[in-house]
């Protein structure tokens, strides 16, 4: 699925996901006073329809904020929480006694929504900076549902319906128990657009 | 003629960087790709300064920093990472170094970082 696209030009889409989530993660950590450690980025090329395989190995509840992307490249970022993360992420914002939060209340979204908005912007601005493009976040939502349907609707939202994705992972954690996930999706023309401007390749 | 030893999981950032050091001048530039091979080629080169990543796929940039600085060396080391998390730098701080260069980084930046050490 890959033929297309070189090894560079792939190496190169994982780091420009690496430096958003990297720039992401200062937010995360400002706001929690806990370090956040972080994978290196993995990659898919895939063709729309196979996007929920990207999903599979996501198992139970998970909560899911995401943003679509607008303006010179068109594409999805998300980060993606297992329910226990989420509720843990909620108690370190809050400062409250780990295992405090325990149901996605709207006391719980209303922190955690506003946060994520600024977390997933760090990310974007990031990219932007780097590749000197102009894209925005658009209007932020947060789900809960079962993780192997994220990618379901990951591929009913994407709004230009283009034959291949690019999907971009960064893996979080913070001790001790937040896990989580950044997931960057681009339609391949955009992808190609971001490699255009960060270097001719 | 200095030597430089960038070390990045991204082949793309290494040629990248090795761009940007050889407009600079007077550099001979050393690549590695993870932790492991930064410390095996830090070791054979004793380079005058490494441009270190943090976030590798083996052992961490700053595991990379603290092997380095547990031998007597005059190597500079400039982090050259996405994460601006203050206890990590404050962390790299204490270990050694002689920047802290957040991506994306503008070219002055990193060019002033550089000369000033080299």
């Not at chain 1, 190169?12 to 937010?27: D, F, K, P, Q």
């Not at chain 2, 190597?75 to 994460?83: D, G, H, P, R, S």
Request: proline residues 3%; hydrophobic residues 45%.
């Amino acid at each position: 699925m890959t033929r297309n696209m070189s090894e560079l030009q792939m190496d190169a889409l994982r780091e420009i996901a690496s430096i958003g989530a990297g720039n992401a993660s200062t937010v995360l950590s400002e706001a929690t006073g806990s370090e956040v450690v972080l994978t290196v980025s993995d990659l898919e090329l895939m063709p729309v329809e196979q996007i929920p395989r990207f999903f599979q190995a996501l198992r139970g509840m998970v909560v899911t904020v995401y943003a679509s992307i607008g303006g010179e490249i068109l594409g999805n970022v998300m980060l993606i929480l297992p329910k226990e993360s989420a509720f843990s992420l909620a108690d370190l914002l809050r400062e409250e006694k780990a295992g405090t939060a325990k149901r996605l209340s709207m006391k719980v979204q209303n922190i955690l929504r506003p946060f994520s908005r600024s977390v997933l912007e760090y990310y974007l601005d990031a990219i932007t900076k780097f590749s000197n493009i102009e894209a925005h976040l658009g209007e932020l939502r947060l789900i809960a549902t079962f993780g192997e349907t994220i990618g379901d609707f990951v591929r009913l939202s994407i709004g230009e319906k283009p034959e291949r994705i690019i999907l971009l992972k960064t893996e979080l954690s913070i001790a001790p128990n937040v896990k989580g996930e950044f997931s960057l999706f681009l339609p391949i023309r955009s992808a190609e657009r971001l490699l255009t401007q960060v270097h001719d390749i | 003629m200095k030597t430089v030893l960038v070390v990045d999981d991204s082949a793309f950032m290494r040629m990248l960087l090795k761009e940007k050091l050889e407009k600079i001048g007077g550099v001979r530039v050393y690549e590695a790709a993870n932790g492991g091979e930064a410390v095996k080629e830090y070791e054979r080169l004793n380079p005058d300064l490494v441009l270190l990543d943090l976030v590798l796929p083996d052992i961490s940039g700053e595991a990379v920093l603290a092997a380095i600085r547990e031998t007597p060396s005059d190597t500079k080391v400039i982090m050259v990472t996405a994460v601006g998390q203050r206890l990590v730098m404050r962390r790299c701080e204490k270990l050694g170094i002689s920047g802290y260069i957040i991506k994306p980084f503008d070219d002055a930046e990193l060019r002033e970082a550089i000369t000033q050490v080299l």
